[in-house]
C-alpha cells in the first residue's frame, strides 16, 4: 500500500475504522437525519488554545475524528493531561504540567497533521521552546508555513530550521508586534492570536482571516481573559495579558460538513436534514444552493435540505476566504453540479491544487475540464501559474460506479457522493482518510439508507 493509502488507515483506525475500503451500489436517494458535532477547524485549535491556560479548560461537541486524536496525542506528549468528561464529545485539558517532548514523540504523533505548527506561540510561552516536524495535511496545494514563521519571527522568536524540522525559542519572551498578512490565512491569523494574547504590548494583525471559526477561537480566548478587539477590514488588536485561565466552550457546529452532507442530498435526489447546522454561518453557502435548485428550510435544531425533483440549474461559483463562498464546500458541490442542466464553472482561488479529485468523476462519466486559466471571475493569485484551479463542468451526465481512489478529506467525501449517485456499484478505497474530518460517516450513511458494504 502506498503511503496515502498507510496514511488514511492509520486515520480510520484511530477512531475505530477498521475497513480502508467500500463498496457503495448507487442511485438511491439519502433520506434521513444526521447530527453535527463541532467544527474539525476551530476544534484542533481550542485544543491548542488549552495550552496558554493556568487551569483546566472544558470543550464540548469535539467530534471523534483522527484530526482530534492527533492533537489530542500532541497534548499528552507535552504533559497536558486529556480526560473524557460526563457528556458524550466532552473533553477536559488539564496543563498544569506542560512540559517539552522529544521531536521524534512529535513527529510519530503528528501524523499528516499541520496542528504542530500552531502549538508555537503556546509553547514558547509557557516553555520557551517549541519544535515543529515537517508538516503534512491534505495534498491540495503547496501549503507552505512561511506566513507562519514569519510571523512568529515578528513576535521575537528565534527560528532556525534542522534538518528534522524547525526549532523555535524565546530567550526574550515574545513582545507584541504590528504584523501584515499578505493573504487572509486561516492559520497564520490563528497563529497570531496564540501568540499575542500572552505576549507583552498590543499586537496589531492587518489583513486578518475572519472565518467563523476563528471568530470562535477569539470567543475561547476572550473566556480564558484575553482581550481581543475585531476591527472593520480585516483588522484585530489584541493587548497581551499575564495570566489566562482555562475555558469552558461549546465548539461550533461544522459548517463544512453540513454543506458536505447538504450536497449529498442534492446529488442523490435525497432530502437529509443535518442537525446542529445553523444559517448565519451558511449564508454563502445557502445562496448558491438555492441557485443550483436545491431547496432547504432553517429550523430551530438544524437544516433541511432537499433536492426539489425539478432540474438543477448550472452556476458560477469563485471560492474565497470567509465571507465568500468555501474552498472545503467546492469539492462536494461539484458533483451535484455534474447533474445541473448546462454549463457551470468553478473557479478555485485558495488553493492551486485542489481539483485533482475530479479524475474520478470523469472516469464516472462526468464532464468536466480543468484550466490553468482564472475563469469567469477576476485574476487570481494562481493565473498565469501553470495552476489547474478552474474547472467547467457540463451536466447533466449520468454516473456510472467505477474503482475510485479517495485522495483527500473533501475530495474523499466527493468520491463517496459520487459513488452514492452513480448507477452501479462503485469500489472507494482509501476512505480511512475520510474519519479526518468526518465523524461516524459509516454509520451516517447507514442512518440515511445507503446500500453499502464495508472491505478491510
Ligand atoms: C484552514 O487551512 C483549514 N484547515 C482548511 O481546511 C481550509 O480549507 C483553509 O483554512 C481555508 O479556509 C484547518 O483549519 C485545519 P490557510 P489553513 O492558511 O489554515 C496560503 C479541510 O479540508 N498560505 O487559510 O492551512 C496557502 O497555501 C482543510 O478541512 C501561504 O502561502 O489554510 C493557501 O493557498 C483543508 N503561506 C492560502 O494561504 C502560509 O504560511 C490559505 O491557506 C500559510 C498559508
Redesign the pocket.
Known amino acids: 500500500m502506498n503511503t496515502l493509502g498507510e496514511d488514511a488507515r492509520n486515520h480510520g483506525t484511530a477512531v475505530g475504522l477498521s475497513v480502508d475500503q467500500i463498496t457503495i451500489n448507487g442511485g438511491k436517494p439519502l433520506r434521513g437525519r444526521i447530527e453535527l458535532k463541532g467544527a474539525?477547524?476551530?476544534v484542533?485549535?481550542a485544543m491548542v488554545a488549552a495550552v496558554l491556560g493556568e487551569t483546566p479548560s472544558v470543550l464540548k461537541d469535539v467530534p471523534n475524528i483522527s484530526?482530534v486524536r492527533i492533537v489530542r496525542g500532541l497534548l499528552e506528549v507535552h504533559g497536558v493531561r486529556v480526560v473524557e468528561g460526563l457528556e458524550e464529545g466532552e473533553l477536559i485539558f488539564d496543563p498544569s504540567n506542560v512540559e517539552s517532548a522529544h521531536f521524534a514523540d512529535i513527529d510519530a504523533h503528528a501524523g499528516s497533521?499541520?496542528?504542530p505548527i500552531l502549538f508555537c506561540g503556546p509553547l514558547l510561552h509557557r516553555l520557551g521552546e517549541a519544535f515543529i516536524p515537517d508538516l503534512g495535511?491534505?495534498r491540495?496545494?503547496?501549503?507552505?508555513?512561511?506566513?507562519?514563521?514569519?510571523v512568529l519571527r515578528k513576535f521575537g522568536a528565534i527560528v532556525e530550521k534542522l534538518p528534522s524540522g524547525i526549532r523555535m525559542s524565546a530567550p526574550n519572551g515574545l513582545k507584541g508586534a504590528k504584523v501584515e498578512l499578505?493573504?487572509?490565512?486561516?492559520?497564520?491569523?490563528?497563529q497570531v492570536l496564540l501568540t499575542a494574547v500572552r505576549a507583552e504590548g498590543i499586537t496589531e494583525l492587518k489583513g486578518a482571516?475572519i472565518?467563523p471559526?476563528i471568530m470562535d477561537l477569539i470567543n475561547i480566548l476572550q473566556k480564558m481573559g484575553a482581550i481581543i478587539t475585531v476591527d472593520t477590514d480585516r483588522v484585530i488588536r489584541i493587548e497581551g495579558v499575564e495570566r489566562l485561565d482555562g475555558y469552558t466552550h461549546r465548539a461550533l457546529f461544522d459548517r463544512?460538513e453540513a454543506a458536505s452532507w447538504a450536497s449529498a442530498a442534492l446529488a442523490t435526489d435525497g432530502d437529509i436534514f443535518v442537525g446542529g447546522a445553523r444559517q448565519s454561518e451558511m449564508l454563502t453557502f445557502l445562496n448558491v444552493f438555492r441557485k443550483v435548485g436545491g431547496q432547504f428550510e432553517i429550523h430551530d435544531d438544524g437544516i433541511r435540505f432537499w433536492h426539489p425533483g425539478t432540474p438543477l440549474n448550472p452556476v458560477f461559483i469563485e471560492t474565497d476566504?470567509?465571507p465568500g463562498f468555501?474552498?472545503?464546500w467546492q469539492q462536494p458541490l461539484v458533483v451535484a453540479l455534474t447533474q445541473a442542466h448546462g454549463v457551470s464553472i468553478v473557479h478555485e482561488t485558495?488553493?492551486?491544487q485542489r481539483f485533482g479529485f475530479v479524475d474520478a468523476l470523469v472516469e464516472m462519466g462526468a464532464e468536466i475540464q480543468v484550466h490553468k486559466d482564472c475563469l469567469g471571475g477576476q485574476a487570481c493569485?494562481f493565473g498565469q501559474r501553470n495552476f489547474q484551479h478552474s474547472a467547467i463542468i457540463s451536466g447533466p451526465r449520468k454516473l456510472h460506479g467505477a474503482d475510485i481512489e479517495v485522495p483527500?478529506?473533501?475530495g474523499g467525501f466527493s468520491h463517496l457522493i459520487a459513488a452514492l449517485s452513480a448507477e452501479g456499484p462503485s469500489t472507494v478505497s482509501n476512505v480511512g482518510i475520510i474519519a479526518?474530518?468526518y465523524e461516524n460517516f459509516i454509520g451516517k450513511l447507514q442512518q440515511l439508507g445507503a446500500d453499502f458494504v464495508l472491505e478491510g
Open positions: 474539525k477547524n476551530l484542533t485549535k484530526d497533521s499541520r496542528i495535511g491534505c491540495i496545494g503547496d501549503r507552505p508555513i512561511d506566513f507562519h514563521l514569519e499578505p493573504y487572509p490565512s486561516v492559520g497564520a491569523t490563528e482571516a472565518e471559526e463544512n476566504v470567509h468555501m474552498t472545503d485558495v488553493y492551486e493569485r483527500d478529506l473533501r479526518r474530518g
